[in-house]
């Protein structure tokens, strides 16, 4: 296999459309050859239409290859498109299986997509809180943004685990800092509150002006509320720590 094209084509893939399709023709003959990453590569190609055009069949094709040999984030790739009922009929039964697949192999979409799955007990899966938190916990643990905010909710709640305000607090911490925005609502709130954590309005009032500046309306609400009790000079203080916390969050994902 030809590893360093099929990482440019795969960095091509994530970062946009620069794919040419040159790239594209020399990956799908390692495809055809076998090859189980070339196979994920060009079925993501064909699912985001980036390299080759837009095609959820041959997409569907070519995670089907890779996912048969054992290809974790082909089988995640694949459970999606049975999710949704792209190229594929929607099928929830077989989008689990094939989540359940990957998430073995500690692909941490595949744990999220099955927490989530649980959690909200849909396609396919009865509502169970046990088993979403012990898939959310295993995305979490892998730095999963989604995931650790859904710990910290679950914590907070005592949703299949026992209630714990200081847990929900760290988790939701874990998600903010790599820019989650509901996880920087539930942090800002916990501050507000004073639960899990001592209550700071700077700390309040920082986390709920960044998620309220995304659109995020419990945030605006609560933000709106807090300033009511904050002098001039409190904001601006607000403000500067919300400034840093932006720029702390940029340069981690810069780095990472």
């Known amino acids: 296999m030809n590893a360093s094209l099929l990482r440019w084509f795969l960095l091509a893939l994530a970062f946009g459309p620069l794919a040419a399709a040159g790239d594209f023709e020399q990956v799908k003959a390692l495809a055809e050859k076998g090859d189980a990453d070339a196979q994920n590569a060009v079925g993501k190609a064909y699912f985001n239409g980036e390299g080759a055009p837009r095609d959820y069949l041959k997409a569907a094709e070519f995670f089907r290859k890779a996912a048969s040999q054992g290809n974790g984030k082909a089988q995640n790739n694949l459970g999606l498109l ?32 099955l927490g989530e799955l649980y959690y909200f007990g849909d396609e396919g899966v009865g509502r169970d809180y046990a088993e979403a938190f012990k898939w959310l916990s295993k995305a979490g643990a892998h730095g999963n943004a989604w995931s650790e905010n859904a710990l910290g909710v679950m914590f907070q709640h005592g949703l299949g685990v026992k209630q714990d305000e200081k847990e929900a607090v760290e988790w939701f911490r874990k998600a903010a800092e790599q820019g989650e925005v509901k996880a920087q609502s ?71």
């Open 82 to 113: 049975y999710a949704n009922g792209l190229g594929v009929a929607k099928d929830e039964a077989e989008a689990v299986k094939w989540y359940r697949e990957a998430a073995g192999q500690g692909d941490a979409g595949a744990e999220r997509a």
């Open 186 to 256: 539930n942090l800002g709130q916990m501050y507000a509150q004073g639960s899990g954590v001592e209550r700071d309005k700077m700390q309040a009032y920082a986390w709920l002006s960044m998620a309220a500046g995304k659109g995020e309306i419990t945030a605006q609400k609560y933000l709106a509320d807090l300033r009511r009790f904050l002098t001039d000079a409190e904001i601006a203080q607000g403000r500067r720590m919300a400034a840093e916390y932006r720029g702390r969050i940029q340069r981690s994902g810069e780095a990472r």
